[in-house]
């Protein structure tokens, strides 16, 4: 018996399906993976009867599970519109050669979104196929120093028992990522010019409020179905900035913001166009206990945003939403 050996043998790549949950593996792209596995358990049912004997039965299978597992991606430009795919679905699209690509945060229907077949190779070992695979939330995140990251929760239907060959060559964007010197947070406060802020850190968290964290089970089969809406979905946005009294003075006040972030790569498009996506969230508000920390060194300021009432954004027309996410990139569109 062989080990599975270092984990930088693995790799993990992936295909939208046409239809959910039917496995399609023509033409798969490589993830940038940086953490995370996606995990299938297959519960157990205990039985505990009084069968005249003190030695336990045997269990039967149970809930078969694939997720939630939280998987950690670099964000090459050019896989950007492919990430947003699987949580939103069909893009809206607009331009030529260089195309930009419109999803809005639902405010109809039962899910969202597309699904991908996964294929995983953990070390060395053989691979492991997953169907119907959907993401239930995603976190984009960025520091001061490094690169931009997203976190997808994502749940499947099961693991497929089919061969799969691991691949003889793994070859991932060779675009540069997003990083830190790419992300620029700009703030609208109500009644006050829209400002750029500088901060130390960010987080947007898109959660679609699907029930039981999208994997929804029910007599008759062993496997989840597909996710449905348990609650309207959220938005927040967490900056950690260089405190300033105007924060604590906005959230005492209710003030609503509008807030976007703009990640401007340097990498090309098409012509001069470069790769970029925007996050727009129309009306936010602070969290009202936010305060500044007193300390002896500089004090910095965790500003926590929540989005309430919604508004029309670019690309929303008359609808109200709670967020919008555009791509630029130079995919004619994703379906």
């Known amino acids: 018996?062989?080990?599975?050996?270092?984990?930088?043998?693995?790799?993990?790549?992936?295909?939208?399906?046409?239809?959910?949950?039917?496995?399609?593996?023509?033409?798969?792209?490589?993830?940038?993976?940086?953490?995370?596995?996606?995990?299938?358990?297959?519960?157990?049912?205990?039985?505990?009867?009084?069968?005249?004997?003190?030695?336990?039965?045997?269990?039967?299978?149970?809930?078969?599970?694939?997720?939630?597992s939280d998987l950690t991606f670099e964000i090459a430009p050019d896989l950007m519109g492919l990430f947003m795919q699987l949580p939103f679905g069909t893009s809206s699209d607009a331009g030529s050669d260089a195309y930009t690509h419109t999803w809005l945060v639902p405010i109809s229907g039962e899910n969202a979104g597309g699904s991908w077949t996964v294929e995983q190779f953990i070390g060395s070992d053989t691979g492991e196929q997953f169907g119907g695979v959907k993401c239930t939330k995603f976190m984009i995140n960025w520091d001061s120093e490094a690169t931009v990251k997203i976190v997808m929760t994502l749940v499947g239907v099961g693991a497929d028992d089919v061969a799969v060959t691991r691949p003889t060559t793994v070859t991932v964007s060779s675009n540069d990522y997003y990083t830190f010197c790419n992300m620029v947070t700009q703030i609208t406060p109500s009644g006050v010019a829209q400002f750029t802020q500088r901060v130390n850190s960010g987080e947007i968290m898109v959660d679609f409020g699907y029930l039981d964290d999208g994997q929804r089970y029910q007599a008759g089969s062993c496997e989840a179905g597909a996710p449905i809406f348990g609650t309207i979905p959220a938005v927040t946005v967490k900056l950690n900035i260089d405190a300033e009294k105007r924060f604590e003075t906005?959230?005492?006040?209710?003030?609503?913001?509008?807030?976007?972030?703009?990640?401007?790569?340097?990498?090309?498009?098409?012509?001069?166009?470069?790769?970029?996506?925007?996050?727009?969230?129309?009306?936010?508000?602070?969290?009202p206990a936010t305060n500044r920390e007193t300390a002896l060194d500089l004090i910095?300021?965790?500003?926590?945003?929540?989005?309430?009432?919604?508004?029309?954004?670019?690309g929303s027309g008359t609808d109200v939403v709670q967020a919008e996410i555009r791509v630029v990139d130079d995919t004619a569109a994703y379906a």
Not at 267 to 281: C, N, Q, R
Not at 300 to 314: E, R
């Open 250 to 287: 906005w959230a005492q006040s209710q003030h609503s913001f509008k807030i976007d972030v703009t990640a401007t790569s340097t990498e090309i498009a098409h012509g001069t166009t470069p790769y970029s996506f925007v996050a727009e969230i129309p009306a936010m508000i602070l969290d």
């Open 300 to 314: 910095s300021q965790d500003l926590s945003f929540t989005a309430n009432v919604g508004g029309t954004t670019t």
């Open 1 to 68: 018996m062989s080990i599975t050996g270092l984990g930088q043998g693995g790799s993990l790549r992936v295909q939208a399906e046409a239809v959910y949950d039917t496995p399609i593996a023509t033409s798969q792209t490589f993830l940038p993976l940086a953490e995370g596995t996606l995990v299938y358990i297959v519960e157990q049912i205990a039985k505990q009867n009084l069968i005249g004997s003190r030695v336990p039965q045997a269990p039967q299978d149970g809930r078969k599970k694939v997720g939630a």
